[in-house]
């Protein structure tokens, strides 16, 4: 639909009535220039941090489904107040939750997964002229149970919304004006990007840049859908996240940062095969992903295993690991949260050696140890503690001279 047009507000965008006003305003900008609007929303400010605090007080290991029924009523509160401001300026407008108007998913609560979108109910209520705002975050099993989309699942709502519709483009709103060549609130000199491709985004948002759910990337890099990622508080032109073409081709395109992750390291496992198979299959029957894996060399038929895992799943993981240690004879299972991830990004940097010891040395020169390390096409990430990880990444930036004119 050419004058479709899909918005998403993060949660410092709705923070006050102040801001939820602001958005009004600017939604209804948008319907006065003739496009049919659709706006998904986050929960206010910090609500779904004070939500996880608020169920934890109760029981420290919530089940899952009724965290699900918890977080998802975030949403509902911004949905309503926007529509309610909208109305407060003569236009017609209607809230949804993401069961409401069709959002399906599968039954793995906290981290579900979008199976189909019915958008029935949107495309009527679009045709009265009304301005459809939708919950983010949010949906239902074929059982009708409620579901949430895992952290930044706004985006993945906004981005299949878009794809479901076919709208022209899908902006999404934060408190940045883009993407940038790290963050600005910890690198004072980062640099805004114009363009920059699905691939190198993806890795971003895997890597620990939060301006966008990783999980949405990989949907509008399937079915090409064109983001554009800017600030609710500017009309600046933002960040375009497209497929190539218009893409300057640079070694590094940013540095991320993430401190969301912790190290669990299973020691005196006995070398022998299949053992990490059963580790690490049971930790995925969990719901749990791994990411960096470091075996050491074996010494008398004996090595150590490190992984990292979400922060969020670290007591999951740790309590099925401690178990698993138990059974195949290993020994100690030591936990270690206070690490952080820096990482570079850039498709140049399959072309151009040499990359990654420049990241090293940057990072030698600071004295900042590397305790793991895990590379891709288009990236290199260190694991290292985490009171070295703004030191680090200033470092890595200034080395690859990614810093705009201040």
């Known amino acids: 639909m050419e004058k479709l047009i899909v918005q998403k507000y993060g949660g410092s965008s709705v923070a006050n009535p102040k801001r939820i006003l602001h958005v009004a305003k600017r939604v209804i900008g948008y319907k006065k220039k003739g496009y049919d609007v659709i706006v998904v929303v986050s929960a206010l400010g910090d609500t779904t941090d004070e939500l996880i605090e608020l169920a934890r007080k109760i029981n420290r290991e919530p089940p899952e489904r009724e965290m699900d029924m918890l977080l998802a009523t975030g949403e509902q509160v911004s949905i309503a107040l926007l529509a309610m401001a909208i109305h407060k300026y003569g236009f017609e407008a209607i809230s949804f939750t993401g069961p409401q108007v069709g959002i399906i998913t599968d039954r793995t609560h906290t981290k579900a997964k979008i199976i189909k979108v019915n958008a029935l109910r949107i495309r009527e209520e679009l045709r009265k002229g009304k301005i459809v705002i939708v919950a983010g975050f949010q949906g239902m099993t074929e059982d009708e149970d409620i579901t949430t989309l895992g952290r930044g699942g706004s985006d993945l709502t906004a981005v299949a919304l878009a794809k479901a519709l076919e709208a022209k483009y899908c902006e999404i709103y934060s408190d940045v004006e883009g993407i940038y060549t790290a963050d600005p609130r910890i690198v004072s000199d980062a640099k805004k990007i114009d363009y920059i491709s699905y691939d190198e985004m993806l890795e971003m948002a895997s890597l620990g840049a939060q301006v966008m ?72 029957q969990a719901g749990i992903n791994v990411d960096m894996i470091v075996q050491n060399t074996s010494r008398n038929r004996i090595t150590d295993i490190s992984f990292t895992v979400q922060k969020d799943d670290l007591n ?46 940057a990072l030698a020169e600071k004295n900042i140890n590397i305790e793991m390390i895990s590379t891709s096409d288009i990236s290199i990430s260190c694991i290292i503690k985490k009171k070295y990880a703004v030191l680090a990444v200033r470092a890595i930036h200034k080395k690859f001279e990614l810093g705009g004119k201040k």
């Open 213 to 284: 759910q990783a999980r949405s990337i990989e949907v509008a890099k399937k079915f090409n859908v064109v983001i554009h990622a800017r600030s609710s508080f500017s009309k600046n032109r933002g960040t375009f996240i497209c497929e190539g073409g218009k893409m300057e081709e640079v070694v590094v395109r940013a540095v991320t940062l993430t401190k969301n992750e912790a190290k669990i390291t299973i020691c005196d496992v006995p070398d022998k095969p299949g053992l990490a198979s059963k580790i690490f299959g049971s930790i995925s």
């Open 316 to 361: 999951k993981a740790l309590k099925i690991t401690k178990e698993i240690s138990k059974e195949i004879g290993a020994g100690d299972v030591i936990a270690d949260p206070d690490i952080a991830r820096v990482s570079i990004v850039g498709v140049g940097m399959r072309s151009h050696p040499g990359v990654a010891a420049k990241m090293f040395s």
